[in-house]
């Protein structure tokens, strides 16, 4: 079995505050043990995904979205509209001041 390069993240950001933590504190099995209950929690959860995706395999999956993901929504959404605003702008500058939309006499 390979693991994927997010389950070596994980692993790597659990097992290392784990081992320095556990020679801190002179616990390091206590310390491991928790990492590892973490771990299992990680993937208990992605199984449960896998098995709602196999319930149903040719619908969409769950558009679920992570902590930064969320946080970068936020701003991409921002930056458009006002990309979108500015664009209209001079658009909107134009057509107002047109001769043909003043009529004068």
């Known amino acids: 079995m390979s693991l ?4 070596v993240a994980l692993a790597g950001a659990l097992l290392l505050p784990a081992l320095i933590v556990g020679w801190l504190a002179d616990s390091l099995g206590w310390a ?21 995706w196999s319930r ?10 992570e902590p930064w993901q969320e ?10 509209t006002t990309a979108t605003r500015s664009f209209r702008g001079p ?3 134009k057509t107002f001041t047109s001769p043909s939309a003043c009529h004068l006499e």
Do not use: M
């Not at 149903?56 to 979205?65: A, G, K, M, T």
């Open 91 to 93: 658009g909107a500058l």
């Open 71 to 80: 946080a970068l929504t936020i701003v991409i959404s921002a930056t458009t």
């Open 56 to 65: 149903r395999p040719l619908s969409r999956p769950e558009n679920e979205l």
């Open 32 to 52: 491991l043990l928790v990492a590892a209950l973490v771990w299992i929690v990680v993937q208990h959860r992605q199984r449960g995904q896998l098995l709602r």
């Open 4 to 7: 994927s390069r997010q389950e």
